[in-house]
């Protein structure tokens, strides 16, 4: 069974700009969870969706805002990014949000100059 | 609130020491607690979890033991090897939402 993949996996952009990530669930997982990852803060958790609804929301202002789409790939937006924004984001999925392990993919790496 | 607090970094360690990873938990009720490893360019991988007070978990030679009195799920290991070269990351889960520490990052020397 293929893992979780995101995409891309690498990504440049300039403050003011927006971003779009992607992520694929595994195979049959319909929750699907995203974390900011920072050296300083660890990860810290943006959203959670589930059957196309957002169930739980993080601490983070509305720049940052997601979707999941009916086949269960989700997506997650950052508009008007700044310097700060700069991160590895990972995404995670589970079978329902009551399933207690997540698995993980392997994160894009947003770069904000 | 709820939080993990997991000791700081960096750690390094000679090939077959013995390693611990102290962790401690804020939290409302009884959460579930996890490690989580994640090696260079991957996702965290769940390394192992206790769902209850005084369950151990363990995997990969890696224990840990859900201590609710001393709210503390401290990861140890007997032996290091090179390859367990990674960032170790404590985590809890309550009410739907996991909480990540900061991560401790391990450098094991042969």
């Known amino acids: 069974k293929a893992g979780v993949t995101q995409t891309p996996r690498y990504l440049i952009k300039t403050r003011g700009q927006q971003v779009t990530l992607s992520c694929s669930p595994i195979?049959?997982?319909?929750?699907v969870s995203w974390y900011q990852q920072t050296p300083g803060q660890g990860l810290q958790f943006l959203f959670e969706?589930?059957?196309?609804?957002?169930?739980n929301k993080g601490n983070f202002p509305g720049r940052f805002s997601g979707r999941q789409f009916s086949n269960s790939r989700s997506e997650m937006n950052v508009s008007t990014l700044e310097l700060g924004d700069s991160a590895l984001y990972l995404c995670a999925s589970s079978p329902d949000p009551n399933q207690e392990t997540q698995y993980f993919g392997p994160g894009t790496r947003l770069l904000v100059l | 609130g709820n939080s993990v607090t997991q000791m700081e970094g960096p750690v390094t360690l000679s090939e077959e020491a013995f390693l611990t990873i102290n962790c401690t938990y804020t939290a409302t009720g009884y959460p579930s607690l996890f490690w989580y490893v994640q090696y260079p360019g991957e996702g965290l991988q769940l390394l192992l979890k206790?769902?209850?007070?005084?369950d151990k978990g363990s995997n990969k030679g890696f224990e840990a033991t859900y201590r609710k009195e001393t709210t503390s799920f401290h990861l140890e290991k007997g032996s290091v090897q090179v390859s367990d070269s990674a960032v170790y990351f404590c985590a809890l889960r309550r009410g739907n939402q996991f909480y990540f520490g900061t991560g401790t990052s391990l450098t094991v020397i042969p």
């Open positions: 206790a769902t209850k007070a005084d």
């Open positions: 195979s049959g997982h319909r929750s």
């Open positions: 969706y589930f059957s196309e609804t957002q169930r």
